[in-house]
């Protein structure tokens, strides 16, 4: 083991009864290393790598570092080291394919040109360290192993296994397989190197097609993303483009294999018969009788080159006003329309039709009802109870329509003419925005009950009635 010692030790010279005859002295003692520790590598294994089909050359290819260390003094031969390279497994295609730098043991560069994978995948390499400046005979030494892995490069691009690929799909259909495109892949599987990357460049210029990777197989998914009508399109001719994720080596172009033709026929559907527009508005009065005529709605077949028959059928209608005729699409009423009824909302009214064979369609027609004056103002309350001399001595209402302005409010009220004591008994003025009745006089009459006054709409001499009660 080297340690750098440096001894200082006193001494002094004295006679035999002891007495000093000397002033003391310094004695300087240097230890000497000698070479007793073999050089020890940091590692056991080194791993390193180096690109498939590398040229022989300088640093540039440079493979991996190997270090040891030597305890003995470093400024001696005892630890001063020497690298060399003992064996190389497997010795193809040459038993030299490494060199490695004797003095620094930490370049290691290709001497000949690195095999292709699969060839070859890894060499190991067995160096050696030996002090004493690598003197065989009295330098002492130690081994480590290298592991060379020959990593893959984009050295191989994916080809096509035939020029032609075939599939159909049918019409209308959306993320649908069409056709798996097959290639093979020299470089190893499942890298940047090997992994396909598809694209069309010809023959989808609306973009119906899209060709993703399957991640295991490495194949071509052609699928369909866009509809396709039939009447429109019956075929497909595509080609397609096949690349790896990353560029290829240097030098290499990708080949004729690296595109193929992709036939694709469209298969024919039955599609529902179509209304248009859809929904179909109509604006309209309400009131119109049973058997008027109000429009026509009718579907057209998209199979141009079916023969086929169009009939219509109601599907849905709420308050059952309407039929359709089965051959023209011809629409007419079976009952009154009634903008008041409850099934009208906002004035709309939706009835939903039906066109076959055998697919089916449908279509929404959508009515816009026009108010008419058709409804008779209601008197509130409609009945009240009173005592024969009532205190305090008048009734307050109101009245309201269903129908809308101009046809409802303002309201003109009168007292109706007989009885005649009820113009003698009672008069009417508007308060607040109701009406007030009040009794004229104080009064005992003996009736039935049931005096009838009469509401007029001056717009429309519409008529409501108030009946009022006396208690005796």
């Not at 799909?169 to 990357?197: F, G």
């Amino acid at each position: 083991m080297y340690l750098f010692i440096l001894c200082t030790v006193a001494s002094s010279c004295v006679d035999l009864n002891g007495n000093q005859v000397e002033n003391p002295i310094d004695i300087v003692i240097n230890v000497i290393d000698q070479n007793d520790n073999r050089p020890e590598f940091t590692h056991n294994i080194f791993n390193g790598s180096v690109p498939e089909g590398s040229k022989p050359g300088t640093g540039l290819f440079l493979v991996m570092t190997v270090t040891s260390v030597d305890k003995d003094d470093p400024k001696t031969a005892n630890g001063m080291l020497r690298y060399k390279i003992l064996s190389q497994n497997p010795q193809s295609p040459s038993s030299n394919m490494f060199t490695i730098n004797n003095r620094t043991g930490d370049i290691i560069t290709v001497a000949c040109t690195a095999p292709h994978r699969p060839t070859i995948e890894t060499y190991t390499l067995i160096i050696q360290a030996t002090d004493m400046e690598g003197n065989p005979t009295y330098g002492l030494s130690n081994t480590a192993t290298t592991m060379i892995r020959i990593t893959d490069v984009n050295d191989n691009p994916p080809e096509f296994t035939t020029d032609t690929f075939f599939g159909e799909v049918h019409e209308n259909r959306v993320n649908v397989i069409v056709a798996n495109l097959t290639v093979t892949d020299k470089d190893q599987p499942h890298t940047a190197a090997w992994s396909a990357v598809y694209r069309i460049i010809a023959g989808d210029p609306t973009g119906r097609f899209s060709v993703p990777t399957d991640p295991t197989t490495n194949e071509g998914l052609l699928t369909v993303v866009k509809p396709i009508d039939f009447e429109q399109t019956r075929s497909f001719m595509l080609t397609v483009e096949a690349e790896n994720e990353i560029p290829m080596a240097r030098g290499i172009h990708l080949p004729r294999q690296s595109t193929a033709t992709v036939s694709v026929r469209i298969l024919d559907l039955n599609e529902a018969p179509e209304f248009s527009p859809n929904p179909k508005s109509i604006k309209l009065e309400e009131g119109l009788p049973s058997g008027s005529l109000l429009t026509t709605f009718t579907a057209q077949d998209p199979d141009r080159y079916m023969r086929q028959t169009i009939r219509y059928s109601k599907m849905f209608d709420p308050a059952n006003w309407l039929e359709i005729d089965a051959v023209n699409g011809r629409i007419s009423t079976i009952a009154v329309l009634d903008r008041e009824s409850p099934y009208v909302k906002n004035n709309l009214y939706n009835v939903t039709f039906m066109a076959n064979p055998p697919a089916s369609g449908t279509g929404t027609l959508q009515m816009y009802l026009l108010d008419i004056n058709d409804n008779a103002p209601h008197v509130f309350p409609p009945e009240v109870e009173m005592c024969e001399r009532p205190d305090p001595s008048g009734i307050n209402i109101t009245a309201s329509d269903p129908d809308l302005n101009p046809n409802a409010g303002p309201f003109a009220f009168e007292l109706p003419n007989r009885p005649s004591d009820v113009r003698r008994n009672w008069t009417l003025a508007r308060l607040s925005g109701y009406l007030k009745i009040d009794c004229m006089n104080t009064f005992t009459i003996q009736i039935s009950p049931g005096f009838i006054y009469s509401i007029i709409h001056p717009l429309a001499n519409k008529m409501s009635v108030l009946r009022e009660y006396f208690n005796q």
